[in-house]
């Protein structure tokens, strides 16, 4: 037992170590690495991880999977196949191949058979450690996978982004179809692809462009019940051996077409694919139905140039601020608007809602944030614009009379509302109406995609609890600073006998202390410090151009307000740290010397502050010593 207990102390630790590099390897070089770990650990003749190919409907080996012997590989698939319906029912198999105890350990992942471990030994091992195995390694495959979909999620959101960006700006179909082509060959190498369009249009002949037919019997064709409903369509062809998927092209105002995807066989389409196909195809008719929309407006050439530079430069990865103020820009000029709101759904907001920079001084009173959740709520039931030429019958009080409130709307999704209204009533024209409706479609997805950028910037450079820097971040801050400043510190905070808070009060009081100390953090930042949470219950701050006696004094003020005003009260140990052109330091160097620094607080009775100089030397401040 004690040997056994060992071996899965053992493999937890190669874990560890394997989840530590996920971000460096993929899922199948990680599934590699894990089976050549358990080679060594189980002194295995031979160990191989399987996973299931959902595109080809069978079992592969992860990436240089193979054993090297080419008669040990046939005999063990021989050996899989002979007992391939035990592991789909999620049992251990155990056998002997080639003189050698053989186990087929199935590994699920969410309920579902997502492959098996496949090892040989020399001797039978107990039941009670293939038990763990199993356990251990599952574990470890749900949290590899939940990265790895992650990631790969983070990857389709930066694929749909990038093409969205492409094609905003454009305005040839051509352009558009050719481009489609290309990226939907380079996503499914495998696949052959047809671009089914509602309408008669003289395409490059090198392009796999079709008209959809309209005669009687097409009606009970799937790419025409594609296009009639705007669903998804699936579809097996048995004798051919194939699969096909339909994805209607669908605009804010209609479905202009079918793209038509052929699987080289039959296949199974998971619910994920066929949402980020179905994102490319909508993507891609909101670009023909914009295309579409230029080409049948030129008489309006004054209205389109206006709307045309306005996507130029919403197309320019603006932020927020900058895009509301090209969009007011547009509007006030177009319009002669009165006053303009940005009114954007945030569910994670008390209000719900948030206005956005950019808006006129009326939607930050108290009746213009009133307002503002009127519309709000009236675009949530409704899921219409309102043009009224005079809405103050509608909500009591308002000053304005004209009003377009026109949703911000994507993908089926209202993202919020933005608002136009003028003193007099009947003011704005209808053209006017249509106008703002078309360059809000326009504007709208590059004003969401804005404010998703930030928010997965400010998630990927931001702790979640804390609502400071990331260490990561805090590195790369640091190594900036040493490429051109000529000096800078660094503080490091440890909350003393923070395990104790989480005995005393839970895991949540504790969560709450960090918090505070962040915050007292916070009130104490000049304008270029960079906060950052360490690690655990560890804080930093980096000052750019700070001597370390700043520093220091810095951190006892910290240390002082932390020690008299938390609750429950708590106690700091800092580790101070600097580096200037002259030291030659590395960011590494800084980093050592505070958290050595940082040790000796802790070392010498906690709840003061400590100077690393240079020399490896540790020096106490006197108005942080330690209560004796």
Not at 30 to 58: C, E, G, P, R
Not at 429 to 453: P, R
């Amino acid at each position: 037992m004690a040997s056994q207990k060992k071996l899965i102390e053992k493999l937890r630790s190669i874990f560890f170590e394997l989840i530590s590099d996920v971000a460096t390897y993929s899922y199948d070089e990680l599934l590699f690495m894990l089976a050549q770990q358990l080679n060594s650990l189980l002194h295995t003749k031979h160990a191989a991880i399987y996973v299931y190919n959902n595109w080809d409907k069978k079992y592969e080996l992860s990436t240089n999977g193979k054993h090297g012997d080419e008669l040990l590989d046939e005999i063990m698939s021989q050996f899989i196949n002979q007992n391939l319906s035990f592991i789909e029912r999620n049992q251990i198999v155990q056998g002997t191949v080639n003189y050698k105890e053989t186990y087929i350990i199935p590994l699920q992942l969410d309920k579902e058979l997502a492959g098996f471990l496949l090892f040989s030994v020399d001797k039978d091992i107990t039941k009670e450690l293939v038990d763990s195995l199993k356990c251990e390694i599952e574990q470890f495959l749900k949290i590899i996978n939940y990265y790895q979909v992650g990631k790969d999620n983070e990857r389709k959101s930066k694929f749909l982004y990038d093409l969205t960006s492409h094609f905003y700006s454009s305005i040839n179909k051509n352009d558009i179809l050719t481009e489609t082509t290309r990226t939907l060959r380079k996503l499914y190498p495998r696949f052959t692809f047809y671009i089914l369009l509602s309408q008669d249009y003289k395409a490059d002949s090198t392009l796999p462009v079709k008209e959809i037919e309209y005669s009687d019997d097409a009606t009970k064709r799937v790419s025409t019940q594609a296009f009639i409903t705007g669903e998804v369509q699936l579809e097996d062809r048995v004798k051919e051996k194939k699969s096909c998927l339909y994805a209607p092209l669908r605009g804010n105002q209609g479905v202009y077409g079918v793209i038509q995807f052929v699987a080289p066989q039959t296949v199974d389409y998971s619910q994920e694919e066929i949402e980020f196909i179905t994102e490319i195809a909508n993507i891609v008719g909101k670009a023909i139905e914009n295309a579409t929309l230029y080409q049948h407006s030129r008489h309006l050439v004054k209205d389109l140039k206006r709307i045309n530079d306005a996507t130029h430069q919403l197309n320019s990865n603006l932020k927020i601020a900058e895009i509301t103020e090209v969009m007011r820009q547009q509007i006030m000029d177009t319009c002669n608007a009165t006053q303009v709101g940005f009114i954007y759904s945030n569910e994670e907001s008390d209000k719900l809602f948030d206005v956005l920079s950019g808006s006129t001084d009326y939607f930050y009173t108290k009746q213009g944030q009133a307002f503002a959740e009127y519309l709000i709520n009236q675009m949530n039931t409704e899921k219409e614009a309102i043009f009224s030429g005079d809405l103050s019958k509608d909500f009591n009080g308002l000053p304005y009379r004209s009003v377009m409130a026109i949703p911000m709307l994507q993908s089926a999704k209202i993202y919020g509302v933005i608002v136009i209204m003028h003193d007099e009533s009947y003011y704005f024209s209808f053209e006017n109406f249509k106008l703002m409706q078309s360059l809000i479609q326009h504007s709208t997805l590059a004003l969401t995609n804005s404010i998703l950028k930030e928010k997965l910037e400010n998630a990927v450079i931001k702790d979640y609890l804390t609502k400071l820097y990331s260490r990561k971040y805090l590195d790369e801050k640091i190594q900036l600073h040493m490429e051109t400043d000529e000096k800078g510190t660094l503080i490091l905070f440890d909350i003393d006998d923070f395990k104790m808070v989480n005995d005393t009060y839970g895991h949540h009081v504790g969560d709450e202390v960090i918090i505070q100390v962040a915050q007292i953090i916070t009130l104490h930042l000049g304008q270029n410090d960079i906060p950052a949470r360490w690690g655990g219950e560890e804080l930093a701050i980096y000052l750019p151009d700070v001597s370390i006696d700043d520093g220091v004094f810095l951190a006892s003020q910290i240390r002082k307000q932390v020690e008299n005003f938390t609750n429950p009260l708590i106690t700091l140990s800092c580790g101070v740290s600097t580096w200037s052109g002259k030291s030659n330091d590395s960011v590494r160097d800084v980093f050592l010397r505070a958290d050595k620094a940082l040790y000796e607080a802790k070392k010498i009775g906690k709840n003061c502050v400590v100077k690393g100089e240079w020399n490896s030397q540790f020096s106490l401040t006197e108005e942080s010593a330690p209560n004796q």
